[in-house]
């Protein structure tokens, strides 16, 4: 059972924006970097944004991200048939003394 | 450039045991904490463990703590990750990345390919 929750899916048309929320508690994102990992189908999971809302890189702007308390969110504008992929949150939590994933969730392009 | 690559996987009973290799090359080895990331087949990503730059602290998931051990030689530029005990839940690929920190907590900014361990009887 993961401490961060995402949404199991998103979808929307080429060209729209998508958001992924990831919600968490005081002991994780609130205090700690969150970053974003993108996993295509049959590959290794690869950093999108690292402490909260930065991109390395090669990874164009269509990918932002952001953190609130103890939320953060992922957005992906122009949306590409090659953004099919599931993604993952990830963070520290301090309580825990263990780095933590979120449940993951797959953004499908119409 | 900058590479992980794993090596040790394969089918084994439960109960037995398997060691993973991770070799490093690109960059200072010595210089990042290390994870090992598993996934089970058709499900998420979960964290393993990690140890420091230096190999001075380990942390683990409740999932596998006291059965398997992670370890590094910054000489060798290699992690390790012993498995003992090991049940048909550990059944996943298992990924090592490397953290952007010295201390674990700032994200993988790379990984490896990944190494398939199946235990089975």
């Known amino acids: 059972q993961s401490v961060l929750t995402q949404p199991p899916s998103v979808s929307a048309a080429p060209g729209q924006k998508v958001t992924i929320s990831c919600s968490g508690s005081?002991?994780?994102?609130?205090?700690?970097?969150v970053s974003w990992y993108q996993q295509l189908p049959g590959t290794a999971p690869k950093l999108l944004i690292y402490?909260?809302?930065k991109r390395p890189s090669g990874i164009p702007d269509r990918f932002s991200g952001s953190k609130s308390d103890t939320s953060a969110t992922l957005g992906i504008t122009g949306l590409q048939t090659g953004d099919e992929a599931d993604y993952y949150c990830g963070t520290w939590d301090s309580s825990l003394s263990d780095y933590v994933f979120g449940t993951g969730t797959k953004v499908t392009v119409l | 450039q900058v590479q992980l690559v794993e090596s040790g996987g394969g089918e084994v009973q439960p109960g037995r045991s398997l060691r993973l290799s991770c070799a490093a090359s690109g960059f200072t080895f010595s210089n990042y904490a290390m994870h090992w990331v598993r996934q089970a087949p058709g499900k998420g990503l979960e964290w393993v463990a990690v140890v420091w730059y230096d190999g001075t602290d380990k942390y683990y998931a409740d999932s596998v703590k006291g059965r398997f051990t992670i370890s590094r030689d910054n000489s060798k530029n290699t992690l390790y990750l012993q498995m003992n005990s090991l049940r048909a839940d550990d059944t996943s690929v298992y990924y090592c990345?490397?953290?952007?920190?010295?201390?674990?907590?700032?994200?993988?900014?790379?990984w490896g390919q990944g190494t398939t361990v199946t235990v089975s009887s």
């Open positions: 005081n002991s994780n994102i609130d205090g700690n970097y």
């Open positions: 990345g490397r953290d952007r920190g010295v201390t674990g907590d700032h994200g993988m900014d790379v």
């Open positions: 402490e909260n809302d």
